[in-house]
Structure formats: structure tokens, C-alpha cells
């Protein structure tokens, strides 16, 4: 009951404090003489949502951010595995990930252009490396994790090594695997965004770039609100899908 | 439900580590089909490490290790079942569902495994918890769900690792008598392996009781009388000597 209360009334206080503070022009160190209030940007948020232009900039984020992000999980879960359960696998690949992981993915920016023939795939590209690390990582955690009892129960009721991995590897790292499929969303959409901000020529990253180069600040507060809900929407639909899959986890742990 | 036969295991001059830390040198054992041997030995002697050898789990160190007459044991199989203390089940799996993975591994058509599974959940007393998750049940249930699993396999042995160690005293005893009562029709030869020494002369048919060096003594059931203290007076000695050693 208290949480449908305070939460509504802890954004309300925040667009009141944000609407009081430029309608007042504070100037006290920080300024928001110049700085457009919560009406300026639903002014302007109304007059976007009018245009086809609105819709598809965000069409345009989610297909590079869910492409980018797909490719991340199967990738990302299949070389996890891999890599914790073979110690072959491991020797090959390890060294490779733990010298590329530390870059961040934007800094791959100047790599997507040389490597990619259109900007797209080179957006996308950036997308994937930023989910692929988080999802590798948890994936590996959540193999070495899992009880060996399971495996060796399956083992001796006659299970085959791809019979394990089918019925007690997959299904057991699921829980750890969401926790990595979470962070990847998060820093997915902070590299698309920036992605499209250095290189786009659409997306809602461009877009809101577009609007601080001509001055445009209701524009940029509108693309900002934009990247923020669909952020939101995205990450609540990968712990909705995380929940629905791991229900047989106990309550505490979930 | 199988016309499978019993199997027998023999250990030969079987030497084992675990961890890197050798526990057993030197076991002969031999298991006679469809009988109960029971293991008994202070903890850390290798009886854990004993039966994932004769499951196919651990490769012995030095010695040989076969089942049905000579055929060595190379890696685990459906012939060989292990059971565990706790914690075996799937947690994501319903109790028939795990019962299920069992006669899926066995080959039997998906359109029966239900009624087979339930069948089984029925044999060892859990009719109307079928579709609990492990995590809903006790822990003599979950036990029971593990017995009817490893029945459904089919195993020509059944090799037990103090599957009811952590039970209560009372449920404790509740599935021994159960277990003594499934056995009755499972064409299986039994390794049951524990430290209570009760449990051991109320299931076995021959007794085994191993110290630091292999078999310390074998005894039959009723072969005389005062046997409970025969064995406790081994298993102090054997306690005695590793204490020593």
C-alpha cells in the first residue's frame, strides 16, 4: 500500500522541484535560466509523437539494440558453457576474451567503421560486443556453480554428456544467466545510444544528438525520456522472462 | 518391470584417491548378484569413494574394477545407479518430472512415461505429490522421489551413499523398511553404504566393514549371534588404527 503511495509522489515531487526550478530561473551555481522545464518538453514530446519520424527512430534503436542483443545471448551463454566445460575450449578462447573484455565497446567505434560495409551492421556490432562480455562471464560463473551431484545423477541413470548438457546445465545456469541477460540490456542500450550518437543517421541516439547540435534543448530532454522509458521496458522484459523461467527457485533467492 | 538381470561387481587389489589423497590401497570386494552388501567404516575410509568407482564416476588409481563377470568398468552407465544423500532431484523438475528424465534415459516412448512415472511415485508412497517441486517436499519425501527415480531407470545395481543419513531418526526408519520392500522386486545387487551399524544388520545380507587397509571383516547375517557387537568392536578397531596411523 505505502509503495503505491510514495512511489507516484516521489516522481511528481521530482517534476515539481525540476518545473519550480526553471520556471524561477534559479541561477545559484547551477543554472536553469536556460534549462527547459517538464512543460517545454511535454510541449515538445506531443508535437514528436505526431510524426512518423518519432516512430521510426525508435523502430530504428530497437531492431539494432535486440539484434545486437540476441546475437549477445546466443553467443554469449553457448561460448560460456563452452568455455567453463571444456577445458579445450577454455585454453582457446580465455585469453582471447580477457584481452578483449576490458575495451570498452565504444571504443570499438573507429574498429565497426573499418571492419563493416554500412554503419548498421558496424552499431549493431558494438551492441553485441557490450551484452556479449556480462553474459559470457555470468554464464561461466553459473556452469562451475552447479552442484555436480545433478550431473552425476543424470550420468548414472545412463544420461549422455550432451544428455547433461540438455537436461541439468542449460536449465540449471538459467538463474545466474538472467543475471548477465540484465546488465547486458543495461549496457546495450548506453552503447547503442552512444553508437548512434558518433555514427548513426537514425535512431533516437541521433536524433537527440541532432537536437543539442541545433540548439534544440526540449529535444534533447524528449530523446533522453525516450531512451529512458524504452530502457525501462526492455530491462522489465528481461527480468519478466528471467522470473517466468527460474520459478522453481525459492522466493529469497529469486 | 525388467527382465534384467542382477549384477555382480568385483573390486581387485583396487586402489583409490580422492582430492589427490589416496584413502584406498589394495580392496578386494567381491558383490554377488541381486545380494545387499552393506559397507560400514568410520568416515573418510572410502566408502563414498568406493562406490563412485564401482559407478563409473572416478577412475581407480591401480587395480581393476568390473561388473557382470569381467567386464571393467570404464564410465558410468545406466546399470550402475547412484543414489545420494540429498539434493539429487532437479530442483526445476516436479517429482514426476524427475521420475520422467529416468524412463526417458531408459528409452520408454514419451506418451508412457507419465502413467509409468506416477506408477512409480505410487510404489514408494507419494501418490497426490507428483507434481510437487523438490524444494515443496521433505526430505523423506525427496528421498522417496530419488528411490522411485533410480528404480524407473532399471539399474542392474544400485549403489547407495548413505541415502538416508540426513533423515530423522523416525523417517529414517520408515524408508529402510520401504527400501527393504522395493528390493523385494527389483532384480538389483545392492551396495548400501553408511556408518550406522543398525541400519546395516537391518538391510544387509552380508556386512563389510572397512578400515584403512580395505576389508577389515566380512561378516554374513545371522551367521552368529552378537554380531552388532562384533562389527562395533571392528569399527572401533579400524577407528583405532586410522587414529594411530
Redesign the interface.
Known amino acids: 500500500m505505502t509503495a503505491k503511495l510514495v512511489r507516484p509522489a516521489s516522481l511528481a515531487a521530482a517534476l515539481l522541484a525540476w518545473h519550480v526550478l526553471t520556471a524561477a530561473d534559479v541561477r545559484l551555481w547551477m543554472r536553469f535560466d536556460r534549462f527547459p522545464g517538464p512543460l517545454d518538453v511535454a510541449r515538445e514530446l506531443r508535437r514528436q509523437v505526431q510524426h512518423a519520424q518519432f516512430y521510426e527512430d525508435v523502430a530504428q534503436s530497437l531492431v539494432r539494440i535486440l539484434t545486437g542483443f540476441a546475437l549477445a545471448a546466443v553467443l554469449g551463454v553457448a561460448l560460456g558453457i563452452a568455455v567453463a566445460r571444456s577445458p579445450w575450449a577454455g585454453h582457446v578462447l580465455q585469453p582471447l576474451f580477457e584481452v578483449v573484455r576490458p575495451i570498452p565497446a565504444i571504443a570499438l567505434v573507429p574498429v565497426a567503421i573499418l571492419l563493416f560495409p554500412a554503419n548498421e551492421q558496424g552499431i549493431v556490432f558494438i551492441t553485441f560486443v557490450a551484452a556479449f562480455f556480462p553474459i559470457l562471464v555470468s554464464t561461466r560463473h553459473a556452469v562451475r556453480a552447479l552442484p555436480l551431484v545433478w550431473e552425476d545423477a543424470v550420468r548414472t541413470l545412463g544420461g549422455t554428456r550432451a544428455r547433461v548438457l540438455a537436461t541439468v546445465v542449460l536449465p540449471g545456469v538459467l538463474p545466474g544467466v538472467f543475471g548477465g541477460l540484465s546488465v547486458g540490456m543495461g549496457v546495450a542500450w548506453i552503447c547503442v545510444i552512444s553508437a548512434e550518437m558518433i555514427s548513426g543517421d537514425f535512431g533516437v541516439g541521433y536524433r537527440t544528438w541532432q537536437a543539442y547540435t541545433i540548439v534544440d534543448y526540449p529535444g534533447v530532454l524528449v530523446g533522453m525520456i525516450t531512451i529512458g522509458l524504452l530502457g525501462w521496458l526492455t530491462s522489465g522484459a528481461v527480468e519478466l522472462a528471467g522470473r517466468r523461467a527460474t520459478r522453481w527457485l525459492p522466493r529469497e533467492t529469486r | 518391470m525388467s527382465e534384467r538381470s542382477a549384477l555382480t561387481l568385483h573390486a581387485e587389489g583396487v586402489a583409490l584417491s580422492y582430492g589427490g589423497t589416496p584413502v584406498i590401497t589394495g580392496l578386494d570386494l567381491d558383490v554377488t548378484a541381486g545380494e545387499v552388501l552393506v559397507v560400514v567404516g568410520p568416515s573418510g575410509c572410502g566408502k563414498s569413494t568406493l562406490l563412485r568407482a564401482f ?3 572416478l577412475p581407480v588409481a591401480a587395480g581393476r574394477v568390473t561388473a557382470g563377470g569381467g567386464v571393467p568398468v570404464t564410465g ?3 546399470d ?3 543414489v ?1 544423500q540429498d ?7 516436479s517429482a514426476r518430472r524427475n521420475v520422467e ?2 524412463l526417458a ?2 528409452g520408454v516412448p514419451r506418451r508412457e512415461r507419465r502413467a509409468e512415472a506416477l506408477a512409480w511415485l505410487e510404489r514408494v508412497g507419494l501418490t497426490g505429490k507428483a507434481e510437487r ?1 523438490p ?1 515443496e517436499l521433505s526430505g523423506g519425501m525427496r528421498q522417496r522421489v530419488q528411490l522411485a ?2 528404480l524407473a ?1 532399471g539399474p542392474r545395481a544400485i ?1 547407495m551413499d548413505e541415502p538416508f543419513g540426513a533423515l530423522d531418526a523416525q523417517t529414517r526408519g520408515t524408508m529402510q523398511r520401504l527400501l527393504a520392500d522395493v528390493l523385494v522386486d527389483a532384480p538389483a545387487t545392492v551396495v548400501f553404504v553408511t556408518h550406522d551399524v543398525d541400519e546395516a544388520l537391518l538391510l544387509g545380507d552380508r556386512i563389510v566393514v572397512l578400515g584403512p587397509d580395505g576389508v577389515a571383516a566380512a561378516f554374513r547375517r545371522d551367521e552368529r549371534p552378537g554380531l552388532r557387537d562384533l562389527i562395533l568392536a571392528e569399527l572401533g578397531v579400524a577407528v583405532l588404527k586410522e587414529e594411530a596411523a
Not at chain 2, 539434493?87 to 523438475?93: F, M, Q, S, T, V
Open positions: 559407478a563409473g564416476l558410468p552407465s545406466r550402475r545407479a547412484l545420494f539434493d539429487a532431484l532437479l530442483p526445476w523438475r528424465l529416468a534415459l531408459r517441486l524444494r527415480r533410480t531407470a549403489l
